[in-house]
């Protein structure tokens, strides 16, 4: 069979099908083209799931008719004007989706520039484009009707019309979320109509009160309520966005939303950085929720990836990686022992008649991000933890100075004789009350009803007091009898090699063995008996992915999360009042601590005003 030329209606087909793959990527592509066009108000209209219509209209800046006949043929576009792929500052850039779109459906495009007094139409009439007066206001309204009438195989493919209809409305959630500025409305018989107004935007650099603004809009106030703001400069790199406090999750990572360069993105090293930074906080069944704004100069971010532009790459990959986790990290930390207000929402449900609280995530063993101890796993835990070993102090038997009796020794019964010291309630947690059922300690504040799950909280201070420990300096390690040589392939060696002083500090010593071999004569003293082939393979595969050796401490920070959770007050301890009131005050001195290791709150908050509804006062 002998090569021929396809026939331009059959490329166009063609190239449809990577370029348009349901009614969502053409709403995606023409609304981006909107906004390329300066639009400030973009209203879309769907019928059928967009399978019988989907209207764009906008106020950019129109087109006039030499561009608008352009705008149809492949590969001609406005957005390059100097043929460099590597200063993209446009959403869109490669010049197919009009083309595409004409070549599987019915086209119609009404156009006007704002400095023309009458608009023109292209319509398609037996294949070819027409052109003729029309009036309208300034800006750019495109039709596109009976998607795949051309290509019926592919309308099979497409799934029903309320399905349809959501995946246009996700697409458009983010594109809203990029632009603040601009009003979006989503309308159609399809559905409810949705009206994002456009939010104002400031000057100041460090303002992003225009982007939580229309994340409220979109998220819900529940989320505006529960997120902390994000805004992280590492290198060239910039992080802003909001993500949720661990005791606000979801069942799935549908409500992550991840933008780099205003562009919405679904990313690998993106959402990875993002479970990462979480990684000491919810239960592996639970996700967070979270938008994060990625900026970095044009030049370190490749964006020609795949037809659809959803897909990007970085020149420097574990440093975009780095700077979200840290900047993710960071807004946690400053969020301190603060839990999320469904925590007390959910209990308060619990109370009404036919009420029942929100499910929690259940309870592991063992903390989220451990798995089961295993050979092979990378190291190895003993069955109780060793305290004191390898420079590691065993958690404090008192909550803070001063030193009071071991919180592993019996402690003085809270009789109901006896009263406890009055202290200021003007604490964030109050001062204690009374302890219920041997595990949980009942405070007031200034407003408000505290219960505390003792053995949650102080499982998270100690915890946090080991990653400190773990952050202050060298790892203390523990030398091998006999070196242990793993054969790896050359150019792992040579990156282990490299990473040689960085690996000391976080107490694993290695030095190379001949071309294909790594010797290792010091393991982290914590780890006790790790599987040390196993640990050097997994830290050549991150230096091969992400050039950097964060494995190390994450499987340190593993085993500290099971000595935390074994060395900490256990539920069944009566505890003093002095002693119930240190651990409050250390609450609120520990980042993270309005939740344990595994996911869970370690606290809920009633306020009084909740309490006098209940009863019925208000």
């Given at each position: 069979m002998r090569i021929r030329q396809l026939p331009n209606d059959l490329v166009n087909k063609i190239a449809a099908g990577e370029v348009i793959e349901r009614p969502a990527s053409i709403v995606k592509e023409l609304v981006e083209n909107s906004l390329d066009a300066g639009a400030t108000r973009i209203a879309i209209t769907t019928g059928a799931g967009g399978k019988s219509?989907?209207?764009?209209?906008?106020?950019?800046?129109?087109?006039?008719?030499?561009?608008?006949?352009?705008?149809?043929?492949?590969?001609?576009?406005?957005?390059?004007?100097?043929?460099?792929?590597?200063?993209?500052?446009?959403?869109?850039?490669?010049?197919?989706?009009?083309?595409?779109?004409?070549?599987?459906?019915?086209?119609?495009?009404?156009?006007?520039?704002?400095?023309?007094?009458?608009?023109?139409?292209?319509?398609?009439?037996?294949?070819?484009?027409?052109?003729?007066?029309?009036?309208?206001?300034?800006?750019?309204?495109?039709?596109?009707?009976?998607?795949?009438?051309?290509?019926?195989?592919?309308?099979?493919?497409?799934?029903?019309?309320?399905?349809?209809?959501?995946?246009?409305?996700?697409?458009?959630?983010?594109?809203?979320?990029?632009?603040?500025?601009?009003?979006?409305?989503?309308?159609?018989?399809?559905?409810?109509?949705?009206?994002?107004?456009?939010?104002?935007?400031?000057?100041?650099?460090?303002?992003?009160?225009?982007?939580?603004?229309?994340?409220?809009?979109?998220?819900?106030?529940?989320?505006?309520?529960?997120?902390?703001?994000?805004?992280?400069?590492?290198g060239p790199v910039r992080v802003r966005g909001m993500a949720a406090l661990p005791t606000y999750t979801k069942a799935n990572s549908l409500s992550q939303f991840y933008f780099v360069n205003g562009r919405p993105v679904r990313d690998k090293v993106l959402l990875g950085a993002l479970r990462g930074a979480y990684a000491d906080f919810l239960h592996r069944d639970r996700f967070p929720v979270a938008a994060l704004f990625v900026d970095l100069p044009?030049?370190?971010?490749?964006?020609?990836?795949?037809?659809?532009?959803?897909?990007?790459?970085?020149?420097?990959?574990?440093?975009?990686?780095?700077?979200?986790?840290?900047?993710?990290?960071?807004?946690?930390?400053?969020?301190?022992?603060?839990?999320?207000?469904?925590?007390?929402?959910?209990?308060?449900?619990?109370?009404?008649?036919?009420?029942a609280p929100q499910p929690q995530p259940a309870a592991p063993s063992q903390p989220s991000h451990v798995a089961p101890n295993a050979t092979g796993d990378g190291f190895a835990m003993p069955q109780q933890p060793q305290w004191g070993h390898a420079g590691f102090t065993p958690p404090p038997p008192s909550f803070g100075a001063p030193r009071m009796q071991d919180l592993h020794q019996p402690s003085a019964r809270m009789e109901k004789s006896e009263e406890i010291p009055p202290e200021d309630d003007d604490f964030p947690l109050g001062s204690a009350r009374a302890q219920l059922f041997e595990n949980y300690i009942v405070a007031q504040g200034p407003d408000s009803l505290i219960v505390v799950d003792q053995h949650a909280a102080h499982e998270r201070l100690v915890y946090e007091r080991f990653k400190k420990e773990l952050s202050d300096g060298p790892v203390p390690a523990q030398r091998q009898l006999i070196p242990v040589v793993v054969e790896l392939p050359e150019e792992d060696c040579d990156r282990l090699e490299e990473a040689q002083e960085e690996l000391a500090q976080v107490g694993l010593g290695v030095e190379r063995f001949g071309p294909r071999a790594i010797a290792v004569h010091e393991t982290p003293a914590i780890l006790k008996h790790p599987n040390v082939e196993k640990l050097i393979n997994d830290v050549a595969d991150q230096l091969a992915e992400w050039d950097n050796i964060s494995i190390v401490r994450e499987r340190l920070e593993e085993v500290a999360a099971r000595m935390a959770c074994h060395g900490s007050v256990r539920s069944g301890r009566r505890l003093r009042a002095e002693e119930m009131n240190m651990l409050l005050r250390d609450?609120?001195?520990?980042?993270?601590?309005?939740?344990?290791?595994?996911?869970?709150?370690?606290?809920?908050?009633l306020k009084k005003a909740d309490i006098e509804r209940l009863f019925g006062r208000r």
């Open positions: 219509l989907i209207r764009i209209e906008d106020d950019g800046y129109g087109m006039g008719e030499e561009d608008l006949r352009l705008s149809v043929e492949r590969h001609a576009t406005s957005k390059l004007p100097e043929d460099d792929l590597d200063h993209i500052s446009t959403l869109g850039f490669r010049g197919e989706a009009l083309a595409s779109i004409s070549a599987v459906a019915d086209l119609r495009i009404a156009t006007r520039p704002r400095d023309e007094e009458l608009g023109l139409q292209l319509r398609f009439v037996d294949g070819d484009a027409v052109i003729s007066p029309h009036p309208m206001p300034h800006g750019t309204v495109i039709e596109v009707r009976e998607l795949f009438k051309n290509v019926p195989a592919r309308l099979k493919f497409l799934k029903s019309d309320r399905a349809e209809s959501n995946a246009i409305t996700d697409v458009m959630k983010r594109l809203a979320m990029s632009k603040p500025h601009v009003q979006f409305i989503l309308s159609g018989s399809d559905r409810q109509t949705l009206n994002w107004p456009a939010q104002p935007v400031s000057d100041a650099e460090d303002d992003f009160q225009g982007d939580k603004n229309r994340l409220g809009q979109i998220l819900g106030l529940d989320f505006a309520q529960n997120a902390v703001p994000i805004d992280y400069q590492r044009s030049q370190d971010l490749d964006v020609n990836v795949h037809p659809a532009k959803a897909e990007v790459r970085f020149r420097d990959a574990g440093l975009v990686r780095a700077a979200v986790i840290r900047g993710v990290m960071n807004a946690l930390d400053a969020a301190g022992f603060r839990a999320s207000k469904t925590v007390s929402d959910a209990t308060l449900n619990a109370f009404q008649p036919g009420g609450m609120e001195a520990t980042p993270h601590s309005g939740q344990c290791i595994h996911g869970r709150p370690t606290y809920v908050e």
